[in-house]
């Protein structure tokens, strides 16, 4: 890896999966990176925790088949490129068949510790509100469906509610000691 530290930073707005995966592919290739993330300032209605790429609905990254599945086939090409979140996905998997399904707190925890370590990588926990500061060159938005409010509003205005789309698997939580065995 090469310090390029006389770049500018990429703003990163959103510590979920495309964040966190966006932030280390930039570091990797020796761009600083800023990673801005809200929690645990402001909190959600699904996350439990301030970890970086903390999955809320399922914890299953579906067919790990290589072989037979275009998703399998797509998780092989993120390993290949060096991808933070299937390296960490692997080393939290736990039995799911042929699925990547992994302890969701060691696979949050091991992304955060990786994005903390990193020399490039700066994370402040701080909400932004509204559209980026000019003063930043390069940004990446990466919410997901809990961007906070104004944040959602201000690109929503920008770019016009037709341009918005959200597609979520619907997966349940079932908390153990809920379940009468």
């Known amino acids: 890896m090469t310090n390029k530290s006389n770049l500018s930073p990429v703003h990163i707005i959103g510590g979920g999966l495309a964040g966190s995966e966006a932030a280390w592919q930039c570091a990797q290739m020796g761009v600083p990176v800023v990673i801005h993330e809200m929690r645990p300032l402001r909190k959600t209605d699904a996350h439990q925790t301030d970890g970086l790429a903390e999955l809320v609905c399922s914890n299953s990254f579906r067919s790990d088949d290589k072989y037979y599945n275009a998703v399998g086939v797509l998780h092989e090409e993120m390993r290949l490129c060096g991808s933070l979140i299937l390296r960490e996905g692997d080393k939290a998997a736990v039995p ?6 992994v302890d969701r707190d060691v696979f949050s925890g ?3 510790k990786a994005l903390e370590d990193h020399p490039l990588v700066t994370i402040e926990r701080e909400e932004i509100q509204g559209l980026p500061p000019i003063e930043w060159d390069s940004v ?13 509003k201000a690109v929503q205005e920008l770019g016009g509610e037709g341009e918005l789309a ?3 698997a619907i997966a349940p939580i079932i908390h153990k000691d809920s379940i009468n065995f």
């Open 166 to 168: 959200f597609f979520d």
């Open 140 to 152: 990446i938005i990466a919410t997901g469906p809990l961007t906070s409010e104004p944040l959602a």
């Open 96 to 101: 799911a068949g042929g699925a990547l399904a």
């Open 110 to 112: 091991g992304v955060t």
